[in-house]
């Protein structure tokens, strides 16, 4: 499930961004968004504008829509068996009577097992149990999917308080190095930290890769064929980012940073690099083809009740944040970005409250310049590129891009040592080269996992999903904690 970063993957197209001689004409363009067209052509008044047009207005109703709690039918109590399943006492609670949103109880860390519990009972019985867990896991990074192939490392993942107020949220700590058999090899460290008291919130990753990334092209529509025509480029990346909010109201927070996307040595094993949808775009629009800068401020936005960074029970978590890509900072051409991040979490039991329904909405617009290629909003293109199961990261893309996603978790075993989710998700995105708007067309994925816990102090899941999409796309996703 663990999707590797931008750099590793991409998208997948079947059409000529530039036909003929016109690639040498002057370009016009639209004020309101980034609709061009050549100089013998004028704009037409009747263009489909993501920005004049009504395509922001429904990303941001649908955004501000999914803050309220979702309308879903439940169905009847469920009954376990008593010796390893939930208390069938335990009510599932209906929509009709309001899905439970007050105090949750979850199960004491005595209660629960986790894999290294299960590895001490079976190797060192006669070992204190009653010893705080640990809160850092070092473990083989070990993980599957079909951006990155097959991947094998080392991985730690920490959490702990930082502080004395009980109200404190966890924060988070990762890092891995690693390489792939499809030739990736890939380092990062990441971090997300609350202060005492939640006063101060500072999130920054650094990431270094040789990477191997997979592009389809512009868009979400097939060819002619019906399928997706794929292209693959070498190159060295490397990130660098950092953000610091601070608390001016009870879970809010206004925060700013800096990113630098670096992208080196680019190159594609077969076939001429400049005649990909990759290389027409460069052209196009200015770019080098083996090498680009995105460098550039952050400002953000965010609102959080989350009970936990890692698997949460309840809560809400939003972010809005603006990107600008500056020149003067390195960066290959001036961009304006807006990024929507929306994500609730409904439990729908009081004694069991690892029922949960999660619900993920995520969009990216354009809003003025232009991005490199490889940087366009997409599939995988969130925070933590874990978005779009069921395909590559990128598969899809432009710029203008709207993602939704519904995943229902549940206990499995009374001690929690094992659960499962099954999930849904829809992405839409524009397309400039055939003029296809945001929301014409919808493409869905889905699938089901299986969840071991790894470590109950921080309540991180071993996670492996099996999930599917159109064009044949289909994979195992294995990683730590949750998409969401």
Not at 5 to 32: E, V
Not at 124 to 143: F, L
Not at 201 to 216: E, L, R, Y
Request: glycine share 10%; net charge positive.
């Amino acid at each position: 499930m663990m999707q590797q970063r931008p750099h590793m993957r991409q998208k997948s197209s079947n059409y000529n961004l530039i036909q003929g001689s016109k690639m040498d004409r002057h370009f016009g363009h639209c004020q309101a968004c980034t609709y061009y067209t050549t100089s013998n052509r004028p704009i037409p008044n009747n263009h489909d504008c993501p920005f004049g047009s009504q395509n922001i207005i429904i990303a941001l109703m649908m955004f501000l829509f999914l803050t309220t709690a979702p309308f879903i039918s439940w169905g009847q109590k469920q009954a376990f068996s008593k010796d390893s399943l939930p208390d069938p006492d335990d009510q599932i609670f209906n929509a009709s009577d309001s899905l439970y949103q007050g105090p949750i109880h979850p199960l004491s860390d005595s209660e629960q097992i986790d894999i290294w519990d299960l590895y001490r009972q079976l190797f060192h019985k006669h070992r204190d149990s009653t010893k705080a867990p640990s809160a850092i896991t070092v473990v083989p990074n070990i993980s599957a999917n079909p951006t990155i192939g097959f991947q094998i490392g080392i991985k730690a993942v920490a959490g702990k308080v930082i502080g004395r107020d009980p109200k404190t949220y966890l924060s988070v700590a990762a890092t891995s190095a690693s390489i792939t058999t499809k030739g990736i090899i890939y380092f990062y460290l990441t971090h997300n930290i609350f202060t005492n008291g939640n006063k101060y919130n500072i999130q920054g990753s650094m990431v270094a890769s040789k990477s191997v990334t997979p592009d389809f092209g512009l868009g979400s529509s097939p060819g002619p064929d019906g399928t997706r025509k794929g292209y693959v480029f070498n190159s060295q990346y490397y990130q660098f980012k950092e953000k610091i909010y601070k608390e001016f109201l009870p879970h809010f927070y206004g925060g700013a940073g800096l990113e630098f996307d670096i992208r080196r040595g680019t190159t594609m094993k077969g076939g001429d690099i400049e005649n990909t949808p990759y290389g027409q775009y460069n052209t196009k629009y200015g770019f080098k083809q083996d090498r680009y800068n995105a460098n550039g401020f952050l400002f953000d936005l965010q609102y959080t009740t989350r009970d936990n960074q890692n698997r949460a029970y309840k809560g809400i978590y939003a972010n809005a944040g603006i990107r600008l890509n500056q020149s003067w900072m390195g960066s290959s051409k001036n961009a304006t970005q807006l990024n929507l991040d929306l994500r609730k979490y409904v439990s729908l039991s009081k004694k069991h409250p690892e029922h949960v329904l999660a619900f993920w909405t995520w969009s990216s617009f354009v809003l003025g310049g232009r991005l490199p290629y490889l940087e366009l909003p997409g599939t995988g293109r969130d925070i933590n590129f874990r978005s779009g199961r069921g395909y590559t990261i990128s598969y899809f893309k432009g710029t203008q891009f709207f993602y939704y996603e519904t995943e229902y978790r549940f206990p499995i075993t009374r001690n929690q040592l094992l659960s499962g989710v099954t999930f849904f998700n829809l992405e839409s995105v524009n397309d400039e080269t055939t003029n296809q708007a945001l929301f014409h067309l919808w493409q869905p994925g889905g699938g089901a996992g299986l969840r071991v816990l790894f470590n109950k102090a921080t309540r991180t899941n071993l996670c492996l999903d099996y999930a599917f999409g159109k064009y044949g796309k289909k994979g195992f996703f294995l990683g730590l904690n949750e998409a969401f």
